[in-house]
């Protein structure tokens, strides 16, 4: 069975910072790009940030280019992606997914294959 379980939201205040986490277990994810997507009251879901299995690749939304990172580690079975969140600002208030995709980046959200189950981040002005 296929988890992901994102764990590290909360309550910061603007400028303040958080790291995401989201281990992933079931089966292999080799192959797999993980990413970070978010969703705020009565929006869409949007893609925050990716990472291709061998680390080679990222990307992020313009909304957090140069105030996130996203990384990731492998093993047999498993696997660890972080979302690591600095100078954080009201507008990025939502909850964050984590999410599993065989094969190369993509954005749109209904192309991803596994998702967690969110965890709330609220940023305070």
């Known amino acids: 069975q296929v988890q992901l379980v994102e764990s590290g939201g909360g309550l910061v205040q603007a400028g303040g910072s958080l790291r995401l986490s989201c281990a992933a277990s079931?089966?292999?994810?080799?192959?797999?790009?993980m990413g970070w997507f978010r969703q705020a009251l009565g929006k869409e879901r949007e893609f925050v940030a990716g990472?291709?299995?061998?680390?080679?690749?990222?990307?992020?939304s313009d909304a957090v280019k140069g105030r996130f990172t996203v990384s990731r580690d492998n093993a047999e079975n498993t696997a660890t992606v972080y979302l690591q969140m600095n100078s954080l600002k009201p507008e990025d208030t939502a909850v964050y997914y984590c999410?599993?995709?065989?094969?190369?980046?993509?954005?749109?959200?209904?192309?991803?294959?596994?998702w967690g189950q969110g965890t709330q981040v609220t940023v305070s002005s």
């Open positions: 079931g089966r292999t994810f080799s192959g797999y790009t």
């Open positions: 990472i291709t299995w061998s680390g080679s690749s990222v990307d992020y």
């Open positions: 999410a599993a995709h065989l094969g190369s980046m993509i954005f749109d959200p209904s192309h991803w294959d596994d």
